[in-house]
């Protein structure tokens, strides 16, 4: 899936080796002011994302009902899919890290800047582990890859390079504008924020931390946008380079038929876009 200011493109490959597509205008939840608003168009992006996400997991569903389903996924068994995979990631990255420090780490310490710099560390563990783990499933290793087609096709776009296959595939499988990165940025700043609101009860913790998680979203969007427009400056760069090392568990280098595929939704946005 590829996205432009107005329309998003998806591109699918059929198991016959025939590459579909699907182009769609980008949610106007996200147009005017609100795009120009800091902070605000962090939270509005990040609505606009999930909701372009469902659509192409829809596109990509209704293909392979084609030929490997009995019958087509509806949107909201997906929205459901995608509703039980936000409440397992809080689950397991808010409330598991937060419940290990306030049984563990609190009964060593006093301190609430040490209990709360703990929850972070924790949390930010469990997130490098859990994308260690994954990364080592087959199935996700192929959607990796394709992560790293979509990589690749950008940056041969944006260094004005031909866009063939050759091409694309001499470029870095790594972004500054990539998700993987975004998130460690959040997890960090959420280290940084939290560690600074005390120690109360335990469900009153949980609530500041659900609370406050849109806020610092909304500043590692702004973080991700100064710094992807500001590439060349070295401070921007030290301060993305473990966001970009980290895209090293979330891509894996392509063949030739996955680059073609982000080629053809690539080039499906500039076609539309222009």
Known sequence: ????????????????????????????????????????????ALIEALILGVKALTFSAK???????EEELKPGILWATVGLG????????????????HYGIDRLTTSPVISNAADGIIRLLFFITYLALISRIPDIRRVFAYHGAEHKAVNAFEAGATMTVENVQRYSTSHTRCGTGFLLIVMVIAIMVFVFTGQPALWLRLLSRLALLPVIAAIGYEL?????NHTGNRIVR?????????????????DSEQVEVAIAALEGVIETEE
Not at 5 to 17: E, L, Q, T
Not at 63 to 69: D, G, R
Request: hydrophobic share 55%; proline share 8%.
């Open 1 to 44: 899936m590829m996205r432009g200011p107005n329309r998003m493109k998806v591109a699918v490959r059929r198991p016959d080796g025939e590459i579909v597509s699907m182009a769609d205008p980008v949610s106007t939840v996200y147009a005017g002011r609100l795009r120009k608003t800091p902070l605000l168009r962090g939270i509005f």
């Open 63 to 69: 293909i392979a009902a084609e030929s490997e389903l």
């Open 86 to 101: 936000l409440v397992l990631g809080v689950a397991l990255f808010v409330i598991l890290p937060m419940l290990i420090t």
């Open 224 to 228: 991700i946008h100064l710094a992807a």
């Open 238 to 254: 030290a301060v993305m380079a473990p966001g970009l090392a980290l895209q090293s568990l979330t891509t894996r280098q392509p």
